[in-house]
């Protein structure tokens, strides 16, 4: 049996949906795949826990629980103050699983997170798009350098396997990739389309239901999905800036705009487009045609086309929900835990 010391850093949604979903399946999993996967760290923005010998899926059900930054009130084992360092010569976790919330003005404090545990000799699994959005280069060469593994697939459709099926592609030559990349403004729209409801209601209606931020400015101004294209970039090789993607706010959009589509035969959608033979990038108000199959894409479903010098593929799933994205982290942990040597 293999075992796996995991330390999770960021204790939000997704990291609660993430310790959740492992105490569950962790006994299926051991006995499935060989591996047992220990969580001997877990840190919210306030304090940490840490226990060496791995908590048990009693006490990680049970640290689910607790009050938003509350983990330092946590019984013996917790504290207040988070400090990486400490998390590592106590704990000494050989994955890192950084699930900080993304800062795209810094990149903080994922980025040193990140690097700080490849230095130490852990593998890197991550659904924080500001790192990679902003030193890509960096945090893949220290990874390369010291032979470990940084797994990032529930940064793009977290609920799908695109960005696993895009690295695949190796022999292809990736002239578009287009699509609908985020959820929040998706599901918007789709409410001022549906049930006719202005902007405004349509994002009351998105807060109450958990699907947009209280703060939804990295949705509705696009660049949530203008970092997803940044990642798209990097793994197929043709690396833009965030800073020169074309970007326009979803919030211009009018019911009367909606109307007046829909009767000329067309569906509002918010599509986020990197053309490499140009090599520019949007995210943009887009009428499209009832027909065409961005229109058929509703509710907090994405959808991206991949067009390729030799094929066209479609994906539709699931995006960023807490539980799809904490499940592609696993698979990430899974991964590494099967193949990493550290």
């Given at each position: 049996?293999?075992?796996?010391?995991v330390?999770?850093?960021?204790?939000?949604n997704?990291?609660?949906?993430f310790?959740?979903?492992l105490?569950?399946?962790?006994?299926?999993?051991?006995?499935?795949?060989?591996?047992n996967?220990?969580?001997?760290?877990?840190?919210?923005?306030?304090?940490?826990?840490?226990?060496?010998?791995?908590?048990?899926?009693?006490?990680?059900?049970?640290?689910?629980?607790?009050?938003?930054?509350?983990?330092?009130?946590f019984?013996s084992?917790?504290?207040q103050?988070?400090?990486?360092?400490?998390?590592?010569?106590?704990?000494?976790?050989?994955?890192?699983?950084?699930?900080?919330?993304?800062?795209?003005?810094?990149?903080?404090?994922?980025y040193?997170?990140?690097?700080?545990?490849?230095?130490?000799?852990?593998?890197v699994?991550?659904?924080?798009?500001a790192?990679?959005v902003?030193?890509?280069?960096?945090i893949?060469?220290?990874?390369?350098?010291?032979?470990?593994?940084?797994?990032?697939?529930?940064?793009?459709?977290?609920?799908t396997?695109?960005?696993?099926?895009?690295?695949?592609m190796k022999?292809?030559?990736?002239?578009?990739?287009?699509?609908?990349l985020?959820?929040?403004t998706?599901?918007?729209?789709?409410?001022?389309?549906?049930n006719?409801?202005?902007?405004?209601?349509?994002?009351?209606?998105?807060?109450?239901?958990?699907?947009?931020?209280?703060?939804?400015?990295?949705?509705?101004e696009?660049?949530?999905?203008?970092?997803?294209l940044?990642?798209?970039?990097?793994?197929?090789?043709k690396?833009?800036?965030?800073?020169?993607?074309?970007?326009?706010?979803?919030?211009?959009?009018?019911?009367?705009?909606?109307?007046?589509a829909?009767?000329q035969?067309?569906?509002?959608?918010?599509?986020?487009?990197?053309d490499?033979?140009?090599?520019?990038?949007?995210?943009?108000?887009?009428?499209?045609?009832?027909?065409?199959?961005?229109?058929?894409i509703n509710?907090?479903?994405?959808?991206?086309r991949?067009?390729?010098?030799?094929?066209?593929?479609?994906?539709?799933?699931?995006?960023?929900?807490r539980?799809?994205t904490?499940h592609?982290?696993?698979?990430?942990?899974?991964e590494?835990?099967?193949?990493?040597?550290?």
């Amino acid at each position: 049996m293999k075992s796996v010391n995991v330390a999770v850093v960021g204790f939000g949604n997704v990291g609660r949906a993430f310790v959740k979903t492992l105490a569950l399946k962790r006994k299926t999993l051991s006995e499935k795949y060989g591996i047992n996967i220990n969580v001997v760290a877990i840190a919210d923005s306030k304090g940490m826990v840490i226990k060496p010998s791995g908590l048990d899926d009693y006490e990680m059900l049970k640290l689910c629980e607790v009050p938003r930054s509350g983990i330092h009130m946590f019984g013996s084992y917790a504290k207040q103050g988070v400090d990486i360092a400490e998390i590592y010569d106590k704990a000494a976790p050989n994955i890192h699983v950084e699930l900080t919330p993304a800062n795209y003005a810094t990149g903080e404090p994922g980025y040193t997170n990140i690097v700080f545990a490849l230095k130490r000799g852990a593998h890197v699994v991550t659904a924080n798009k500001a790192p990679l959005v902003l030193y890509y280069r960096e945090i893949v060469e220290e990874a390369r350098i010291r032979r470990l593994m940084i797994k990032f697939r529930a940064t793009v459709m977290g609920g799908t396997p695109f960005l696993e099926m895009l690295s695949s592609m190796k022999s292809h030559d990736i002239e578009k990739v287009e699509g609908i990349l985020n959820a929040t403004t998706n599901y918007i729209l789709t409410e001022m389309h549906e049930n006719l409801l202005d902007f405004e209601q349509a994002l009351r209606k998105a807060q109450a239901l958990g699907i947009a931020e209280a703060d939804p400015s990295l949705d509705i101004e696009g660049f949530d999905a203008a970092a997803k294209l940044v990642i798209i970039s990097y793994v197929i090789g043709k690396p833009i800036n965030i800073s020169s993607i074309y970007r326009e706010s979803v919030a211009q959009i009018s019911l009367k705009d909606v109307l007046d589509a829909v009767k000329q035969g067309h569906v509002i959608k918010y599509v986020a487009t990197l053309d490499t033979q140009k090599m520019v990038a949007s995210v943009k108000i887009e009428k499209v045609p009832r027909d065409n199959v961005f229109a058929q894409i509703n509710g907090t479903l994405n959808g991206v086309r991949i067009k390729s010098d030799a094929t066209e593929l479609f994906f539709i799933g699931r995006g960023g929900g807490r539980i799809e994205t904490a499940h592609t982290v696993l698979d990430d942990v899974i991964e590494v835990a099967l193949r990493g040597s550290a």
